[in-house]
């Protein structure tokens, strides 16, 4: 009998290449000189994975990479970190996708990307008998996998609905303007719904207002709504008829690197409905492993086991 995976991630992977410290870009032709250089998996799903498989979850990983350094560097990655990778596929016509990360003092990121494999991914591409050996889908980085976003997405969240598994979506930036026009489709079928808040906002045609933004949603069909709110928290809403919270982060830990931050929220809320906490608890967990990564450098080296996190939280006060 195979293993029951909490999560099966399905979306992008990338090798990130992180450039620390960077405070200033030197001139065209010219050198700077930097502390490190360093290669780290990376991708809004890679990531996600390999935090929840730290705190002690079942996940498995579906998307693709290249035949190459950078794709053998991931897959070796997750064979190391003991997670399978039957629903990672390996392409002979694209690279695996890459970013090079310019992270500066205040650990804040600026990012080069090429799409590479992440950019030809799409519904057919999907291992259903991963999908089948799970409890929960979630989908990570929409708007950063033009060949599956948007109806090829919404093919796949629906033919999970009918599966009979919990969905979950989060975003990432669209610098191509896209916005709604992709995500629409997707919008009935995705039970838990996590965009950033600069995201949301994008999302919901210019709405300021947090309740007013998730109100949006929920008319077009989520089930449930977070959204990250960055220092402050996270907001988090039931249904349309019940109130909406917003739950402090943890303040006065100076940020190294935000890389992964929105990821391991994602990672922090997924682990906590797959093991019998409430929405508000997820959040609330989710928002001390953030703090965990933005500690240290790279998306998932700061993430600790669950009862690292949860002595943690006894210990530390959020806000």
């Known amino acids: ?22 405070d200033k870009i030197p001139e065209r032709g010219k050198l700077g ?28 990983l579906v998307g693709m990479v290249g035949n190459d350094g950078f794709g053998s560097f991931m897959v070796d990655e997750l064979k190391r970190l003991g997670m399978p990778t039957e629903g990672i596929k390996r392409s002979d016509d694209y690279a695996t ?15 080069l990307h090429s799409l590479g494999a992440n950019g030809k991914f799409t519904d057919s591409d999907v291992n259903y008998d991963v999908i089948a050996n799970s409890k929960v889908v979630f989908v990570a980085g929409t708007m950063l996998m033009p060949d599956f976003d948007g109806e090829p997405c919404a093919r796949v969240l629906k033919k999970c609905k009918e599966m009979g598994k919990i969905t979950v979506l989060d975003s990432a930036w669209d610098d191509t303007g896209r916005w ?28 300021e207002d947090v309740a007013d933004i998730a109100d949006y949603f929920f008319d077009l069909g989520v089930k449930h709504v977070a959204i990250k ?29 935000t890389t992964g931050a929105g990821d391991s929220f994602c990672s922090g809320f997924l682990y906590g409905l797959t093991h019998g906490m409430t929405m508000a608890e997820s959040a ?26 949860k002595q943690f939280m006894k210990e530390n006060q959020p806000g």
């Open 229 to 257: 709110v960055g220092k402050d928290g996270c907001y988090v809403r039931e249904t349309k008829e019940s109130e909406g919270i917003t739950l402090p982060t943890y303040l006065g830990f100076k940020p190294v690197d």
């Open 97 to 111: 996708s890459g970013s090079v990360v310019l992270v500066d003092g205040g650990g804040e990121r600026t990012f």
């Open 180 to 207: 709604m026009d992709v995500l629409r489709p997707c919008m009935p079928y995705i039970d838990y719904f996590i965009p950033s808040i600069d995201e949301a906002r994008m999302f919901a045609e210019g709405r």
């Open 1 to 22: 009998m195979k293993k029951m995976y909490d999560v099966a991630c399905i979306g992008i992977l990338v090798a990130d290449c992180i450039a620390k410290t960077v």
């Open 33 to 60: 000189l930097i502390d490190s250089l360093k290669l780290y998996t990376g991708g809004c799903a890679m990531n996600a994975c390999v935090d929840m498989k730290k705190l002690g979850a079942n996940v498995a």
């Open 284 to 309: 609330q967990f989710a928002n001390a492993v953030a703090t965990h990564c933005v500690m240290e450098v790279g998306a998932s080296t700061g993430i600790k086991s669950f009862d690292e996190i």
